[in-house]
């Protein structure tokens, strides 16, 4: 299979789940889907919540349940790899001037690096669209010139995981 049609077929499984599958940013929480209500700005219960209650959750209760945060769909994306044997990293993106943090997943295609935003907030620039690197130094680069600090986070994104790591603003 060539570069661009694998490459076009792992892309189109991801979007296909995270894109065409109605997902909402948010978790699931105690029987009920905790979602932002950014309606008169900053959802203070909401931020309350997911920074003491909220657990990364099981690929499958954010697939039942539509809803997930970065770390949730960067898992869930994660789960579908591994089910087409390939091996992806996730990252921490740390913008420390605004103290924002968002998860985002690489994998590797034919000595590509790809990077694919699906987290369920549409109006993330590069949205349901791959970005190929020639290596993970370029991916490193390209979001370290945009004043981020990078840091791979795979092996603390375990489902029931405190994601204290990710909590910046607590």
Sequence with gaps: MNESKKLNEICQLLKDELIDNGYMYGFYLKDRRVIPNTSLGFDTEFA?????EYRIQEPKV???EKVATCLDA???MKEILSEQDIES???MLFLKEKRKVHSVLTFEIDGKIVY???TPQFRKSNYGKEILFEGIEAFFSYWEQQGYIVS???DMCKP???PDFFMVNK
């Design 160 to 162: 029931g995981a405190n």
């Design 74 to 76: 960067v898992l869930i």
């Design 116 to 118: 694919l935003e699906l």
């Design 89 to 91: 990293k996730i990252w």
């Design 62 to 64: 954010s697939r039942r």
């Design 152 to 154: 791979d986070i795979t």
């Design 48 to 52: 309350n919540l997911l920074t003491s």
